[in-house]
């Protein structure tokens, strides 16, 4: 080949050395920044940076899709670290200051790792920043009034730390912003007034917070409202009519409100709603006729209300509904005939005085139906003899039973099993749906259970198991397996003998990691009922227990007067709701055991107001030596306003209090 001419040559260097000029090179003290933070937490491995420049074209860090990522703006004279990804890779320790030298970032998301300490106050300086992502971490003191310089934010998520204290009036600075994200942060008292300034803002989570005051009336005027989300906090009713001029809404979910009643008078032209969430939040009145025209909804719950009147006929053209959970109201008259649409998947109506028949395509495949707690004639539908038994849940009903049972045991989510002392747990492998009753096949008890977990990539699971050994306990098989709910999970004992019992509540937290990732941070939190009094309240299986897969045994006694123990485990908005995964909340519980420990004629005025000795049980794994860690006596008055926020829960008491 010919060799290449002197002037040939000379034009092919200055070309190669004009493209390598071509790439501006990052800001140096970005680059050493930037070192320092991978070294900080570890990163090297993923990102080596030593010989090649952070800001290079096309480098496998700066993609959309990698983790780490690192992106720049190089338009200037010098690139410019903008995006910063550090997400789910487990890293720890408190923010470094060195952190606020990439002044630069526009877009900073250190999600879903193990962060901890406080929230700088140097963060306020990074006043480009518009997408800033730091949930799912174990940050704590105050929310840094400091956030309110940002105001280019769009996008911010605190959600699921350990902050304390208000939230801070600042953030009424940010009016760009479209998401926030503030769950399970643990902040408390008041929602500002200067929230009233965030105008742009399409999405807000905020449950499981212990907000306090009443629902703001200004929410109303946040007209780009999307999704809003306020479960499981201490805000006080009602729902304010402003909300009528939310009509962009598509997913509102609100819950567990008290003081004053609420109606759903609000509800006028949110066409956009596909989930419409109130449970438990003392709705009165009836249900309007208008909501059979909010075409698009797919979920619509209305449960654990004070709802009276009859289900309106319009409901029946919802052709896209697929969850109608009604339950636990006082609801009256006869199920529209054609209430179920050709794409609904479960219908709750239990717990309401409702009559007359079945409706039409009952018995279409695919559907859930749960009718227990009401006068329907549902003989078609699930077992006439154990329905008979059910009916001693009305107040009005005397019950008796030629062979009454003294005691039944439970394995729940999981096959029959014999433990260590010999007690014999019965089969409850059943697949339950999202609207279930289900009788032992000799009707010794029974198990109920509503609701689904909206976004849970696992699918609509009911069951939650682990191959993983149980410590602190011998029946390690007793507890691989947990029955789960997303809402309301019932278990009665049916055809008992009259009299005082002694009820062993098996629990294991088998789904929630227990480790030093972030994946071990979720709190599962929910409520326990016994013949309709609150025996646990906020109870977190995990704390209680020391750590997750440690079996754990909470005792009561209670009495029994009418045949039937109802044991109700509630959740009522509260705990992380996406620790591992989509959808990971509400009640789990491994096994139950009830027996009787004396007889009597029932009990007294006095002792309806008493639900028993709460005994706390931990079983040592070494030598299975039982531990009572505390005995006391809790007396439930009725009328308290502890109760207030649970309806219709006890089987002797009437539908609404």
């Known amino acids: 080949m010919e060799l290449l001419r002197p002037s040939l040559l000379l034009t092919v260097s200055l070309s190669l050395l004009q493209l390598v000029s071509a790439q501006t090179s990052t800001d140096p003290a970005e680059v050493d920044t930037l070192n320092k933070l991978i070294d900080y937490w570890n990163l090297r491995s993923k990102i080596n940076l030593t010989t090649i420049d952070p800001c290079t074209r096309n480098a496998s860090w700066a993609s959309e899709n990698a983790n780490p990522r690192v992106a720049c703006d190089c338009t200037g004279n010098s690139c410019h670290i903008t995006h910063l990804k550090i997400y789910a890779l487990d890293i720890v320790g408190e923010l470094p200051s060195e952190l606020f030298m990439l002044r630069k970032l526009m877009d900073l998301n250190l999600g879903q790792n193990v962060l901890n300490g406080s929230i700088p106050a140097e963060i306020g300086q990074l006043s480009n920043m518009q997408y800033l992502s730091l949930g799912i971490n174990n940050f704590t003191a105050?929310?840094?009034?400091?956030?309110?310089?940002l105001t280019k934010l769009i996008s911010l998520s605190f959600s699921s730390n350990n902050f304390f204290g208000p939230l801070p009036k600042e953030l009424g600075k940010?009016?760009?912003?479209?998401?926030?994200?503030?769950?399970?942060?643990?902040?408390?008292?008041s929602i500002p007034q200067e929230f009233a300034n965030l105008k742009s803002l399409r999405i807000l989570w905020a449950s499981d917070n212990l907000f306090t005051g009443k629902i703001p009336e200004f929410f109303g005027t946040l007209t780009e409202l999307a999704d809003l989300r306020l479960q499981g906090t201490l805000l006080e009713g009602p729902i304010p009519r402003s909300f009528r001029a939310l009509n962009k809404l598509e997913d509102l979910r609100i819950g567990d409100l008290s003081a004053e009643d609420s109606t759903l008078d609000f509800l006028e032209s949110q066409k956009s709603l596909s989930i419409l969430s109130l449970r438990n939040c003392r709705v009165s009145g009836k249900i309007p006729d208008q909501l059979g025209t909010f075409a698009k909804l797919q979920l619509l719950d209305l449960s654990f209300n004070k709802l009276t009147g009859q289900i309106p006929t319009s409901l029946q053209d919802l052709s896209m509904l697929q969850y109608l959970y009604l339950g636990n109201n006082n609801l009256s008259g006869e199920l529209?005939?054609?209430?179920?649409?050709?794409?609904?998947?479960?219908l709750d109506v239990s717990y309401n005085p409702l009559s007359g028949n079945l409706p039409r395509n009952f018995a279409k495949g695919g559907l859930s139906m749960n009718v227990i707690g009401s006068s329907i004639n549902a003989n078609n539908l699930q077992d006439g003899k154990a329905l008979g038994m059910m009916q001693c849940l009305h107040s009005n009903t005397k019950c008796s039973n030629k062979v009454p049972s003294s005691s039944f045991s439970i394995k729940c989510g999981g096959t029959q099993i014999t433990s260590a002392s010999g007690i014999e747990f019965d089969d409850d492998s059943k697949t339950l749906e999202a609207a279930s009753f289900y009788a032992s096949s000799g009707n010794q008890w029974a198990v109920s259970n509503t609701g689904n977990f909206i976004s849970n990539p696992n699918g609509p699971l009911y069951i939650a198991q682990t191959d993983s050994q149980i410590t602190g306990t011998l029946d390690s098989e007793l507890y691989k397996t947990a029955r789960i709910s997303p809402?309301?999970?019932?278990?009665?004992g049916l055809g008992l003998k009259n009299g005082k019992y002694r009820i062993d509540l098996h629990f294991a937290?088998?789904?929630?990691?227990?480790?030093?990732?972030?994946?071990g941070l979720g709190r599962r939190v929910f409520d326990v009922y016994i013949q309709g009094e609150r025996v646990l309240r906020d109870f977190n299986i995990?704390?209680?227990?020391?750590?997750?897969?440690?079996?754990?045994?909470?005792?009561f006694e209670a009495n029994v007067t009418n045949t039937i123990i109802e044991i109700h485990f509630f959740w009522a908005g509260k705990g992380t709701c996406c620790i591992p995964f989509q959808g990971t909340y509400g009640p789990l519980v491994s096994a139950i055991h009830a027996s009787q420990v004396s007889t009597g004629n029932g009990s007294s005025k006095g002792d309806k107001k008493h639900v028993g000795k709460i005994v706390g049980i931990t079983v040592g794994c070494a030598a299975a030596l039982v531990i009572i860690s505390s005995v006391f006596y809790l007396w439930w008055t009725k009328g308290s306003s502890s109760h207030i926020r649970i309806f219709t829960d006890s089987p002797k008491q009437n539908l609404v209090r």
């Open 542 to 555: 995990k704390k209680e227990a020391g750590g997750s897969k440690r079996a754990l045994v909470k005792t």
């Open 336 to 346: 529209p005939v054609n209430i179920i649409a050709p794409n609904l998947i479960a």
């Open 487 to 492: 809402s309301s999970l019932r278990y009665y």
């Open 174 to 189: 940010l009016t760009s912003l479209q998401q926030l994200y503030i769950d399970s942060s643990g902040v408390t008292g």
């Open 509 to 519: 937290e088998i789904t929630m990691e227990d480790s030093l990732s972030w994946k």
């Open 142 to 149: 105050q929310v840094p009034t400091v956030l309110g310089n």
